[in-house]
């Protein structure tokens, strides 16, 4: 059944969000990227085993068998590497590295299959009714690829520097930009690329939660990145509200900056690979603004379109370029030693 976009809006007017299954096409969007992350798993994996810091490459492993070993044996987390955002230079492990270093130690996937897939005209034709004809891509974006709980709590601080084999706690993506975002109807997309389960750590939604305010977002404790001011603390979420949200493969979640969500623990031996990525209206603010996004699509200048991955690659340079420059940049707006914590 095909379900009207008026259905969707209806939908996350209700509850905050909304699941589009079978937004994606198998062989359009989703196996393209499948072979470009396996082939930047191949090369990490030959790199560090040449390197001799992996005691094998693992190529007779699945993709997702091979990650969590590779993952797990690497010194340093191999995230960088399929992530589609920059995380902030001092978090990851560069001391004694010079100038000229730090700026080759630009780690990112701008494959040509991702951006595809971020400029997908199924996606486009789901976000259209909801945002008009003109679609920004917000830079503000991520791979997530979970590894099992006991696998990850295990790893190293520089082997989950990036926080994105973790479980996901309580927060509101209007939480985790700057309030010039704050008027920018900004719509999350977050693509199920294996199925995501209870089990394996599907998102939990708070339902009908986007319809009170901005809540206070206070420092992570315990696992992924200690300090950071991430996260909504659990005492203070309705959890008779929390539904959790199983996806298959090639559905896609939707939701808005003021739906409280979080993830569940991968409680399998495999992991929940997902991107969450996010649209609005072209020209409007993103609330990363040291950070680049594109047009996906443009129905007045389809010529203003983002469509080469080379060039996506440079714009992402030049801003790992600035983000050396400065010390410690805000991407939000919490006060992490605020007594409300
Ligand atoms: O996938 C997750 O664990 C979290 C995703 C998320 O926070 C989002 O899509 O905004
Ligand atoms: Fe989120």
Redesign the pocket.
Known sequence: MVTLAAEYLTQIEQNGYALVPGALDEELDLRPVDDEFNAILDRVAHELHRSGDISSDYAHLPFDQRLIRVAAESPTSIMEHFEISLAQPHELAMSGLNPDERKKRFRMNTGQATLNLLRSPRLMDILEPLIGGEIYCNPVQ?T?I?LPVGISERLTPAQRATGLTD??IW?Q?GGVVLPEADRTFTV???VAMND?TEEN?C?VYSKRSHRSGLSFHCPTTGTARPGLAGSIPEEWIDTDTAVPVPARRGDV?L?VPLTK???LANRTDGI?W?F???YHKTGEPTGRPLFPGFVARSRSHPETELRDANEWREQWQAAWNRLLEIEKPSFNRWNIDSSVC
């Open positions: 991520h997530r979970k479980t996901t927060h993506d999350t997309v977050w995501a750590g998102l979640l939701h969500h979080r993830s929940r997902s969450d990525l996010r």
